[in-house]
């Protein structure tokens, strides 16, 4: 059984869609989906700097572009299960069904200018915790104001506040973590701080006639299969200011009996965290078009 999976902000390099690009039909596309955003996904995509594409309101879609991207790529496969960590959520509802490519790009414009905004109100960010046992990591976090935002499995937490709180946290690190991980990333994801994009997301979901999904949907809210468009839609708008629990995903994707990982580009994240989290799985990241003869293995062997 497959599991075909999106990644979340922070995945974005500079240049990482440049090769994509080549493919036949990839540039049009993309230019196409660049008109109806207002926003330059080849030239994000290729030609901008890591501070360009940390802008959270230019990482979102560019992010989704290129999941949406590299899976057409692959062809016509059919995963057991599809998943994504954060944005990769609305990834991973396209390739349900749940939303057609037009809607999810429209969607997560909208996400992104509105987080984006959000996280201008205040000067905030997130860090990742390696190591150490969660429990003890999350308690600590929260005597220091911090969110746990991020509970992504394989002794990882992702911490989520002000700077100041950070600032803190890397000087009193809890007990066990061997490193704090700051995040280029614009804002802290997943917490309170993103409250007021809730809001907006909603009017622009409002607009949005979902499908159910085709496929098993696993929501990274609490790693549960879910089985309607209307509350994939709904989870995805309450999602911005909820934390993600990958950890729960990657428990749900062994009950389910899953046997490959393939993470769409620009992957790695999530194959790293399903390594070391779901021994005997097999895993395979989208990093550039060089991948698609081996993942088309994949699928065809797990799909």
């Known amino acids: 059984m497959l599991v075909l999976v999106a990644p979340g902000q922070g995945a974005q390099t500079p240049g990482f869609l440049t090769e994509w690009l080549d493919l036949p039909g990839a540039a049009d596309r993309v230019a196409a989906w660049s008109d109806a955003l207002g926003l330059d996904l080849v030239h994000y995509g290729t030609k901008a700097d890591a501070d360009a594409i940390r802008d ?23 995963p057991g299960a599809v998943a994504g960590h954060s944005v990769g959520e609305i990834t991973a509802a396209a390739f349900a069904g749940v939303l057609d490519d037009g809607a999810a790009l429209s969607l997560v414009r909208k996400r992104g200018l509105a987080m984006a905004d959000a996280a201008a109100i205040t000067e905030t960010g997130m860090a990742a915790l390696l190591g150490g046992d969660p429990e003890v ?124 990982l393939l993470e769409v580009c620009p992957g790695g994240t999530l194959t790293g965290l399903a390594k070391r989290a779901l021994p005997g799985v097999k895993t395979l990241a989208l990093k550039t078009p060089a991948d698609l003869d081996a993942a088309r293995e994949l699928v065809a062997e797990h799909a």
């Open 137 to 260: 990591t999350v308690a600590h976090l929260e005597k220091l104001g911090l969110t746990p935002a991020n509970i992504n499995g394989a002794g990882q937490v992702v911490a989520a506040g002000t700077k100041e709180q950070l600032a803190a946290l890397e000087a009193d690190k809890p007990e066990g973590v061997r490193k704090v991980v700051v995040l280029k990333v614009a804002g802290a994801f997943h917490t309170h701080h993103m409250a007021p994009a809730v809001d907006t997301l909603a009017q622009a979901a409002a607009g949005l006639t979902p499908g159910d999904p085709k496929v098993t949907y696993v929501s990274n809210k609490d790693g549960r299969a879910v089985t309607t468009g209307a509350e994939v839609l709904e989870r995805l708008v309450g999602q911005v200011a909820n934390p993600v629990r990958w950890d729960l995903c990657m428990e749900t994707f062994k009950g389910l009996g899953v046997t490959a």
């Open 56 to 78: 959270t309101a230019v990482a979102q879609p560019l992010l989704v572009a290129a999941g949406l991207l590299s899976a057409a790529a692959l062809g016509d496969i059919t």
